[in-house]
């Protein structure tokens, strides 16, 4: 069956399903575009209860299959589009973290003239115009598939189709930074729409949280993560003095540069010793070490092998050195957010702060600097 519920974070294969970071929703506010459109009957069915999404189906003109708890059917122009309200049990007030619609037919021209609408509509009423990750596939068979950076490109070769096989699959996915995934799909006999938000009504809580975390007390959490394999390396955790509020951790940084021997030094907010948050040597044609915190003070936390959703740059932020920055390629927050938010010690500092998590790339050997002695350093500071 091609219809299928779908994980919240998906896979990163070349011929998976796609997870790709959309823009942000400027400013916060709600999409814009057509309110009546296919796009958002199904997005805005999520975090309603079973019983008020059907209600608006009813409305718009759908009908309750006899066969099929969740399917409600609309005639249009004279093909069958399907609307799916996925829930896990049959109780009319479950909130619907799963909705998806289907147009099946035999008529390529109208799969394709669905699925040009249906990704027009997830770009207009995301404002979608500019994509940070630009990954999208064609598969025409399990041996041959493309890859896009653009949904125009994509379209192009869509337009140009007069036949595809059974193994066919054109996919348009992404990911927001409210950990909606949104994918789009053309099969030789269907196109399919699904908008998904496994923390549709749920906070932090959704994980269950560790208590029992040496150092759970202390103002900041930092984290190891290994530059070319994401391997984690451990935590520590310290205490710091004059915290502000704030969207990020004020960093002050004092940098020297390696004409031989340098350093990076990052203080919270002001150069005081009882506010130092790192300090490491970069060496020219050489490595430095890291000498605060000692790199002994690092354990290993208790893992709860569950993912948070990634959430996007709205609360993961990448330090240069200099300042806090938005990267267009979120590829390596993605690996180093998948890395350390199953670990016990980042989901109960991450509950308890309204901070962005800070990472920061230290590079302890530079020049002909080798790239293993490399790891993300990732701060994240309890409120």
């Known amino acids: 069956m091609k219809t299928q519920i779908f994980k919240t974070v998906l896979p990163l294969l070349a011929v998976a399903l796609l997870a790709v970071a959309c823009t942000k929703e400027e400013n916060g506010n709600p999409p814009v575009g057509n309110t009546d459109s296919d796009f958002m009957l199904v997005k805005n069915s999520l975090g309603k209860t079973l019983r008020e999404a059907e209600s608006v189906a009813l409305g718009k003109g759908y009908i309750k299959s006899t066969d099929e708890y969740w399917l409600?059917?609309?005639?249009?122009?004279?093909?069958?589009?399907?609307?799916?309200?996925?829930?896990?049990?049959?109780?009319?007030?479950?909130?619907?973290?799963?909705?998806?619609?289907?147009?099946?037919?035999?008529?390529?021209?109208?799969?394709?003239?669905?699925?040009?609408?249906?990704?027009g509509e997830l770009q207009q009423n995301l404002q979608l115009t500019t994509v940070p990750r630009k990954e999208y596939v064609i598969e025409y068979d399990e041996d041959n598939d493309r890859e896009?950076?653009?949904?125009?490109?994509?379209?192009?070769?869509?337009?140009?189709?007069?036949?595809?096989?059974?193994?066919?699959?054109?996919?348009?996915?992404?990911?927001?930074?409210?950990?909606?995934?949104?994918?789009?799909?053309?099969?030789?006999?269907?196109?399919?729409?699904?908008?998904?938000?496994?923390?549709?009504?749920?906070?932090?809580?959704?994980?269950?949280?560790?208590?029992?975390?040496?150092?759970?007390?202390?103002?900041?959490l930092l984290m190891r993560v290994d530059y070319l394999t994401y391997k984690y390396l451990g935590y520590t955790t310290f205490n710091i003095r004059d915290k502000i509020s704030g969207d990020t951790i004020p960093f002050f940084s004092v940098y020297r540069a390696p004409t031989d021997f340098g350093y990076q030094k990052l203080y919270y907010r002001t150069v005081d010793s009882a506010n130092m948050l790192f300090h490491?040597?970069?060496?020219?044609?050489?490595?430095?070490?890291?000498?605060?915190?000692?790199?002994?003070s690092f354990v290993t936390g208790p893992?709860?092998?569950?993912?948070?959703?990634?959430?996007?740059?709205?609360?993961?932020?990448?330090?240069?050195?200099t300042r806090h920055t938005t990267v267009t390629d979120e590829t390596n927050l993605r690996n180093i957010w998948n890395t350390i938010s199953i670990q016990s010690e980042f989901q109960y500092f991450y509950s308890r702060t309204t901070k962005k998590v800070a990472v920061y790339l230290y590079t302890p050997s530079v020049g002909c600097g080798n790239p293993a002695d490399w790891y993300y350093l990732v701060f994240v500071e309890q409120q």
């Open 280 to 296: 490491g040597d970069i060496i020219w044609m050489g490595c430095g070490m890291m000498q605060y915190p000692q790199p002994s």
């Open 148 to 220: 896009y950076s653009t949904i125009d490109a994509l379209l192009s070769d869509i337009d140009r189709l007069t036949s595809v096989g059974e193994d066919f699959r054109a996919v348009v996915g992404c990911v927001d930074q409210q950990s909606f995934t949104y994918e789009i799909t053309l099969y030789s006999d269907m196109v399919s729409l699904q908008v998904i938000n496994d923390r549709v009504d749920a906070g932090n809580d959704t994980i269950p949280i560790i208590d029992d975390i040496l150092g759970k007390d202390r103002d900041i």
């Open 72 to 119: 409600y059917t609309i005639n249009e122009n004279g093909n069958t589009k399907r609307l799916l309200l996925y829930t896990n049990t049959f109780d009319s007030e479950e909130i619907l973290k799963n909705v998806e619609m289907t147009m099946h037919t035999t008529d390529l021209n109208v799969l394709k003239m669905y699925f040009r609408k249906w990704v």
């Open 303 to 321: 893992s709860n092998n569950l993912n948070l959703p990634y959430p996007g740059q709205s609360r993961i932020s990448h330090y240069n050195g």
